[in-house]
């Protein structure tokens, strides 16, 4: 299958018309992407997914949607939770596993603690965690959105006009070369002159703060379902040392660390990415139904054997 960059759906919430792509049918799988992107980040992800799963991406109101929200919607990290739960409802969305990278983690993260009703499996890649909420390379983001306001998204766009500029951008995420087209999904509609996308993408970046992360974390011992988490080794902003301290905190959960990918997993290694997610949803669900037959406690999920955690080279 042919990766699509573009969305073939759109939900009207109460917080305003999401955009979304929803391909395949099959156990549903939901992606959440971070900042200066779009749904268009799984798109490989979801090529390879989508024979198998139903696979659906949304796109959040972080600098890269294209549709903005109503101007009165709450655009803090827990309101973006709840426009999360808001879509699993308006989906009418079931059994569902949660697939977050980059700030979409962190979404993920107070998602599951606030709006755990439909969600039944949780994967994290590289994302903000406890403290690190921006990690601290990336906390000029919040304060200039705090200090300059919508002047801070016309600096950005200014400084993301050339192409040269975008894939210098990237790097510092992805270990792949992205093309034009990919360039063009990601950064189009920031630098389209559109003052209610950067005003939501303002919005968000005004409200972040660790104390949503940190708050969350007290709470992920009460999460009593899966959780895999697959770290980028090459990763410049999130440390490797959260990811173990993400497997620790959940009482189910699996660590591992990828070869060759930065932040952005989903663009430097979307084939593994996707190898995973399918031997995770198949090994869980399998270990779900045998527990409910022989009427056993799922909280014994990675008691023993099934709790691998890969070591890692990587320095902190």
Not at 207 to 219: D, G, L, P
Not at 220 to 243: C, E, M, T, Y
Request: charged content about 20%; hydrophobic content about 45%.
């Amino acid at each position: 299958m042919v990766a699509s960059l573009h969305t073939n759906g759109e939900v009207s919430l109460p917080q305003g018309v999401v955009r979304y792509r929803d391909e395949g049918k099959g156990p549903t799988l939901v992606f959440i992407h971070g900042l200066l992107v779009n749904s268009a980040l799984w798109r490989d992800v979801i090529a390879a997914l989508s024979g198998q799963f139903r696979c659906i991406a949304l796109d959040l109101p972080f600098g890269a949607q294209t549709v903005p929200l109503h101007a009165d919607a709450d655009l803090s990290p827990s309101g973006i939770a709840q426009l999360i739960a808001d879509f699993l409802v308006a989906l009418d969305l079931h059994d569902v596993t949660l697939v977050g990278n980059d700030t979409g983690g962190a979404m993920c993260q107070l998602t599951i603690v606030n709006h755990p009703e439909r969600i039944t499996r949780l994967i994290l890649t590289n994302c903000d965690a406890f403290e690190d909420f921006f990690p601290p390379l990336l906390k000029p983001f919040a304060s200039g959105a705090r200090l300059f306001g919508t002047r801070f998204a016309d600096f950005l766009t200014w400084a993301l006009q050339t192409k040269r500029a975008q894939r210098v951008l990237m790097a510092t995420v992805s270990l792949r070369r992205a093309d034009d087209a990919t360039l063009d999904a990601y950064f189009s509609a920031l630098r389209s002159g559109n003052r209610e996308i950067r005003r939501d993408f303002i919005q968000f970046l005004k409200q972040v703060s660790n104390r949503y992360t940190i708050e969350a974390a007290k709470f992920f011992q009460h999460f009593q379902h899966p959780v895999l988490i697959l770290w980028g080794k090459n990763d410049l902003f999130f440390s490797a040392r959260n990811a173990r301290r993400l497997q620790q905190a959940f009482p189910h959960a699996w660590l591992e660390f990828v070869s060759q990918s930065r932040a952005f997993v989903p663009e430097d290694q979307p084939v593994l990415l996707a190898q995973k997610i399918v031997e995770f949803v198949g090994e869980s669900s399998a270990f779900g139904s045998n527990r409910e037959e022989r009427g056993e406690s799922a909280s014994e999920f990675v008691d023993g054997s099934a709790v691998s955690t890969t070591p890692t080279t990587n320095k902190e």
